[in-house]
């Protein structure tokens, strides 16, 4: 069997795999070609494994982070009881291995965010790599849901309950409207959009034969729609993964409302809430005013061949 085929297999039962470096999303996102993994065994079984999208634009073949993709980044298989220093010892053998590896194949360029249980950069630093720290926002437990509320702030919760007799918030399948409603973020503040409806509608295939995914939308008194939310989910965690909302009703605020929902429909799903992350300020705050916390990760990444042009590395990332 090849790298792929065995991780193929390893995706198939081991829960500890983040959602975003599974097998079927790296095809759903990437393309069942354009993607590999690297892969570290012991014992007969795999040790440590890392999936990656592979481009070539420009002439230049590199890796980078796939659309619609927080993470990727190492997934280790850790012994039970270990000691801490054993631990690093451990991350930094198998990191070491999965370096070598990328050095053998024929890329310019190599960028990838880790997940943020992923702490040690170390082996990364001593060869070389990069690292840019970037920060998501997690609700670590879902289980109770007044408690969640109580740590929202109180412009959140006032929102919140001054719209309950304005918003009516529902279940969608119409993803050709969220979309159009996904769109007019980055429009409004006029920059491009970076996924295409077809990468969108194929991930939500793909998600929705899994049964991981909800569309919500806020609609007014009139039906007419303010806002939509987008999550997916495993058995450790829900994930905000893209929203929507018209700019003509922004004042409204249905997106806190619609966001509430959201979390009480995710603590149904799973043990808990990755916001996605953002590094624009508006966005970390209204995250933030959630009660959610703050998780640094890595962002990592090396020019093994030559140093790309920053205009050339700003287009094909």
């Known amino acids: 069997m090849s790298y792929k085929d065995k991780y193929r297999e390893l995706c198939k039962n081991e829960k500890s795999i983040p959602l975003f470096s599974k097998d079927w999303w790296m095809d759903a996102v990437c393309g069942e070609e354009n993607w590999d993994v690297f892969v570290v065994e012991r014992g007969g079984q795999i040790a440590a494994a890392m999936p990656y999208y592979i481009k070539k634009k420009f002439g230049i073949k590199y890796i980078t982070q796939p659309k619609l993709t927080q993470t990727n980044g190492i997934w280790i298989r850790y012994h039970e009881n270990q ?65 969640v509320f109580s740590n929202f702030s109180k412009n959140h919760k006032k929102i919140i309950r001054n719209n309950l007799e304005k918003v009516r918030i529902y279940e969608t399948e119409d993803i050709k409207q969220f979309y159009s409603l996904n ?4 429009q409004r503040q006029g920059l491009p959009i970076p996924y295409s409806f077809e990468l969108v509608s194929k ?16 609609e007014d008194e009139n039906g007419i729609i303010h806002s939509v939310l987008y999550i997916t989910w495993d058995e450790q965690s829900a994930y905000f993964i893209m929203s929507g909302a018209d700019p003509k009703f922004r004042n ?10 959201g979390i009480k429909y995710a603590s149904n ?5 990755n916001f996605d992350g ?11 005013k959630f009660g959610a916390v703050q998780k640094p990760y890595f962002n990592i990444s090396k020019a093994f061949k030559y140093k790309l042009p920053i205009d050339i590395y700003k287009k094909i990332r």
């Not at 953002?278 to 933030?288: A, G, K, L, Q, Y």
Request: proline fraction near 1%.
């Open 252 to 261: 409204c605020n249905f997106e806190t409302s619609l966001t509430w929902e």
């Open 183 to 186: 769109k007019m973020v980055f």
């Open 83 to 147: 000691r801490y220093e054993r631990k690093l010892a451990y991350e930094n053998e198998v990191m070491t291995e999965i370096i070598n590896q990328l050095g053998e194949i024929n890329v310019a360029y190599f960028q990838q965010n880790f997940h943020y249980s992923i702490t040690n950069y170390l082996p990364f630093y001593l060869r070389g790599f990069e690292q840019n720290t970037r920060y998501t926002y997690v609700i670590e437990d879902l289980t109770d849901l007044e408690y």
């Open 278 to 288: 953002s590094m624009i300020e508006n966005i970390s705050d209204f995250f933030r």
């Open 269 to 273: 799903v799973s043990k808990k809430l």
């Open 203 to 218: 991930l939500d295939n793909a998600c929705k034969q899994k049964n991981i995914r909800v569309m919500l939308a806020a």
